[in-house]
């Protein structure tokens, strides 16, 4: 069985009129432990955020089963 955790990720984002703006993000993490759970959200937003960020929080969550869509971007 997968253990899902939420990372919360700050830092600053450019919004559409080219001001920065912060703001903080949910994101959901397939880990064992909390620990390899902070490894992965630091090395997906390493990727995604040209930036600095802080993860602010992380917390197992409820949810048992993720979805993938074929046709989706997302899950």
């Given at each position: 069985m997968k253990i899902?955790?939420?990372c919360k990720a700050k830092y600053g984002k450019e919004m559409d009129d080219?001001?920065?703006k912060q703001v903080?993000?949910?994101h959901l993490v397939?880990?064992?432990s909390y620990t390899?759970?902070?490894s992965r959200i630091y090395a997906a937003?390493?990727?995604n955020v040209a930036g600095e960020f802080s993860i602010t929080a992380i917390?197992?969550?409820n949810i048992s089963e993720v979805?993938?869509?074929e046709d989706s971007d997302d899950w």
């Open positions: 899902w955790y939420i080219g001001m920065m903080t993000e949910a397939d880990a064992v390899d759970a902070e937003m390493e990727q917390s197992k969550s979805m993938n869509y």
